[in-house]
């Protein structure tokens, strides 16, 4: 069964202070694997796709990297206009066309104190 | 683009009710993506529309849930005789033909008490 992981699944850090979240994944036949940023009452805000190990994508003060098996979403002197929750999802192929499904990790939340 | 677009943004409703809740996609996006969130989990996928098309259903999606996309515009999401466990945020996302990103709407909050 498709599997995802995120941890940890709180984070508190001082403004500035940089650090990385982790995303791991077990799917058979990963077609992407994107990272969304999601506010409080709001719906889920794309950041990134990345589609094969080795990828890096950069925004801001964020990046993404992507290898077989995690992706991590790095974050550099954090602000705390970065507090949010993170999520990620994947999308496998299905019978050789990509699925139509995201299926979502549980997400880190993210607060950056002044 | 304008993004997209869900109403009502908040519903409350008594047990046993029957709610409807409407999403407008980025105009041009062919695909339209309606999923689940419950507090401190990530969004579950329901069902899928390509134009007006049901292509995917998921397993969380029970006989009182019915979806539906005329003439592949807007979409609509009805929930009939609701259930406390129907309490949730119901996301809407849009993709463009061939590209994967999904680009979400806002939510409509559900409260069935």
């Known amino acids: 069964e498709d599997q995802v992981t995120q941890s940890p699944e709180a984070l508190r850090l001082q403004e500035g202070e940089s650090s990385s979240l982790n995303c791991s994944y077990t799917?058979?036949?990963?077609?992407?694997l994107f990272w969304y940023r999601q506010d409080p009452g709001k719906g889920p805000e794309f950041l990134f796709t990345?589609?094969?190990a080795g990828e890096e994508k950069e925004k801001e003060r964020l990046k993404a990297t992507l290898t077989k098996k995690e992706s991590f979403l790095h974050i550099t002197a954090p602000k705390p206009e970065d507090s949010a929750t993170y999520l990620c999802?994947?999308?496998?192929?299905?019978?050789?066309?990509?699925?139509?499904?995201?299926?979502f990790g549980g997400g880190t939340r993210l607060m950056v104190k002044p | 683009d304008t993004g997209v677009s869900q109403n009502p943004r908040h519903k409350i409703t008594k047990r046993g009710q029957n709610v409807t809740f409407r999403c407008d996609p980025i105009?041009?996006?062919?695909?339209l993506y309606w999923y689940r969130q419950t507090l401190g989990q990530g969004p579950e996928f329901l069902t899928y529309?390509?134009?007006?098309?049901?292509?995917?259903k998921s397993r969380l999606l029970s006989d009182r849930f019915s979806a539906e996309r005329p003439k592949g515009s807007f979409s609509t999401l009805e929930i009939q005789r609701t259930e406390q466990g129907d309490s949730a945020m119901y996301l809407c996302?849009?993709?463009?033909?061939?590209?994967?990103?999904?680009?979400f709407g806002p939510g409509t909050r559900l409260t069935v008490t």
């Open positions: 996302a849009s993709s463009f033909r061939d590209r994967y990103e999904q680009y």
């Open positions: 799917v058979s036949g990963l077609r992407g």
């Open positions: 990345l589609y094969s």
């Open positions: 999802a994947v999308l496998k192929w299905e019978n050789n066309n990509a699925g139509n499904m995201l299926t």
């Open positions: 105009s041009e996006h062919n695909r």
């Open positions: 529309f390509q134009n007006e098309a049901q292509l995917e």
